[in-house]
């Protein structure tokens, strides 16, 4: 649905755990048409991340973890401008997408946001306009 979204010549960027775990035959099976149509950065190589959520080290240090996700993708979009979106892939990354949109001035959209997005048409509430 993001590459749907996407203007002619845009891109989707993605923060994932680990780039060499995230293939192109993996984003077409997710549906996406064009792979190349996705710059993909990992967070295997920075150590807050990598520590607890790849090598399930027991202490996570959530403020080293949101500075790194930033950074990277700050990086990510300072390298490719034509990138809109931003996914992040995995499963641990949800509670640093306020700070990466901060960060990026990107949508960014996550597993929650779609479960959000999928129960919000599913159970509708009465119209009270907007915040």
Do not use: W
Request: hydrophobic share 45%; aromatic share 8%; with cysteine.
């Amino acid at each position: 649905s993001l590459e749907a979204a996407l203007p002619a010549k845009g891109k989707i960027g993605v923060l994932c755990a680990n780039r060499e775990r995230l293939t192109t035959d993996m984003l077409r099976l997710a549906g996406m048409r064009d792979p190349g149509r996705a710059v993909i950065v990992g967070m295997e190589g920075v150590e807050a991340f990598r520590k607890p959520v790849l090598e399930e080290y027991p202490v996570l240090d959530a403020a080293a973890i949101e500075r790194e996700m930033c950074a990277r993708a700050g990086d990510m979009v300072s390298a490719c401008p034509e990138i809109g979106p931003i996914l992040l892939e995995c499963s641990n990354m949800p509670a640093y997408a306020h700070a990466v949109q901060r960060a990026t001035g990107r949508p960014v959209f996550d597993f929650t946001s779609m479960i959000a997005c999928y129960h919000s048409a599913a159970y509708r509430t009465p119209f009270a306009g907007y915040y």
